[in-house]
T-cell receptor
Framework: GQNIDQPTEMTATEGAIVQINCTYQ??????LFWYQQHAGEAPTFLSY??LDGLEEKGRFSSFLSRSKGYSYLLLKELQMKDSASYLC??????????WGAGTKLIIKP | IAGITQAPTSQILAAGRRMTLRCTQD?????MYWYRQDLGLGLRLIHY???????GKGEVPDGYSVSRANTDDFPLTLASAVPSQTSVYFC?????????????FGPGTRLTVL
């Protein structure tokens, strides 16, 4: 079967750095996406990785290791508005997205 | 403003009733998708359409049907609603089905079946 694993919940302090991990087992791999979802809202795109390595976009970075079936999202200089759920999704051999259940990130002052 | 709209925003429905959730995008995207999101579970694909005139089944298609008569609209129909279909439904679109392109999501429809 296909499986995406992420921690259910994480807590971090404003101004700090947090790393959200995602491991996956899917039938094929055609890219990995990270989305942000604030409570009661739609998911919005954050990042995309298809090759191994780090992709940096402002305060957010995403890393991929295809051989390990592993990715992480790194959030720097945390702000209160970063409190949200972060969703990891892998595009499988059928080019459909398989989604993790999401990691709820709580930011404390 | 370009984007995806969904209607209704929320709905309470009696079991056994028929219901159509509407989705319209004005970005001229080829591919469209319907997901359901339940607490503790990831988004699950119900049906998708790679281009107007074609549709496909996702992970959880039973009890749902879709049509794609044109590029902009992708309605989702529950023929006879059951309580297990209580969920938040998101419509999404992307420019191309098999490319890198990100999926853009509508605001969602919160459906309760009693």
């Amino acid at each position: 079967g296909q499986n995406i694993d992420q921690p259910t919940e994480m807590t971090a302090t404003e101004g700090a750095i947090v790393q959200i991990n995602c491991t996956y087992q899917t039938s094929g791999f055609n890219g990995l996406f990270w989305y942000q979802q604030h409570a009661g809202e739609a998911p919005t795109f954050l990042s995309y990785n298809v090759l191994d390595g780090l992709e940096e976009k402002g305060r957010f970075s995403s890393f991929l290791s295809r051989s390990k079936g592993y990715s992480y999202l790194l959030l720097k200089e945390l702000q209160m508005k970063d409190s949200a759920s972060y969703l990891c999704a892998v595009r499988d051999s059928n080019y459909q997205l398989i989604w993790g259940a999401g990691t709820k990130l709580i930011i404390k002052p | 403003i370009a984007g995806i709209t969904q209607a209704p925003t929320s709905q309470i429905l009696a079991a056994g009733r028929r219901m159509t959730l509407r989705c319209t995008q004005d970005m001229r995207h080829n591919a469209m998708y319907w997901y359901r999101q339940d607490l503790g579970l990831g988004l699950r694909l119900i049906h998708y359409s790679n281009t107007a005139g074609t549709t496909g089944k996702g992970e959880v298609p039973d009890g749902y049907s879709v049509s794609r008569a044109n590029t902009d609209d992708f309605p989702l129909t529950l023929a006879s609603a059951v309580p297990s279909q209580t969920s938040v439904y998101f419509c999404a679109s992307s420019e191309l089905a098999g490319d890198y392109n990100e999926q853009f999501f509508g605001p969602g429809t919160r459906l309760t079946v009693l």
